[in-house]
C-alpha cells in the first residue's frame, strides 16, 4: 500500500512537510520498482535531503515564481520563469541558455534549473 501525506512511515514524522512529501514520492516510486520498504525509506529519505538543498523554496514578492528554467523549446533551448508559459529568451544550445540564465540569475539573486532534454532536472545554480 502506497504511502501518502497523512499516512507514511513513522521515521519521516519529524521531517518538514515539503522534505517528508518528496521522501513519500521517492520512496513510494521505489516500493513499485520492488524495493524492499526499509531499504526503500532509506534511499528515499536521502535523496528527498539532497533534491530539497538543490531546490529551495523560492518566494516572490510580487506573487510570481522567480526561479529560471532552462528547458528543451522547439529544436533550441528557453530560459523561462517558473511558471510562466512564455520563454524570456531563446538559444540555440543548452550551454549558451545556461549561461545566459546563470548570468540573469546572478544579477537578480534567484536560482536556474537546468533540465534534461527528457524534463527531468540535471542541476541547479542558487544565486541567493
Same mark, same amino acid.
Given at each position: 500500500?502506497?504511502? =501518502?501525506? /497523512? ?10 512537510? /515539503? *522534505? /517528508?512529501?518528496?521522501?513519500?514520492? !521517492? #520512496?513510494? #516510486? ?10 526503500? !525509506?532509506?534511499?528515499? =529519505?536521502?535523496?528527498?535531503?539532497e533534491w530539497n538543498e538543490n531546490h529551495p523554496e523560492q518566494e516572490a514578492a510580487s506573487g510570481t515564481? *522567480?526561479?529560471l528554467r532552462v528547458v528543451p523549446h522547439e529544436g533550441s533551448w528557453a530560459i523561462k520563469r517558473q ?6 529568451? *531563446?538559444?540555440? =544550445? ?18 536556474? !534549473? *537546468?533540465? /534534461?532534454?527528457?524534463? =527531468? ?8
Amino acid at each position: 500500500m502506497p504511502w =501518502t501525506k /497523512r499516512n507514511y512511515p513513522p521515521s519521516l514524522k519529524n521531517f518538514e512537510p /515539503r *522534505v /517528508r512529501g518528496k521522501a513519500v514520492e !521517492i #520512496a513510494n #516510486a521505489l516500493l513499485e520498482e520492488g524495493y524492499e520498504a526499509g531499504r526503500a !525509506i532509506a534511499i528515499a =529519505t536521502s535523496q528527498a535531503k539532497e533534491w530539497n538543498e538543490n531546490h529551495p523554496e523560492q518566494e516572490a514578492a510580487s506573487g510570481t515564481a *522567480v526561479n529560471l528554467r532552462v528547458v528543451p523549446h522547439e529544436g533550441s533551448w528557453a530560459i523561462k520563469r517558473q511558471g510562466s508559459r512564455q520563454p524570456e529568451a *531563446v538559444a540555440p =544550445t543548452k550551454e549558451a541558455a545556461e549561461n545566459k540564465a546563470k548570468q540573469i540569475a546572478s544579477d537578480e539573486n534567484i536560482c536556474v !534549473i *537546468v533540465h /534534461r532534454r527528457d524534463g =527531468t532536472v540535471e542541476k541547479s545554480f542558487n544565486y541567493r
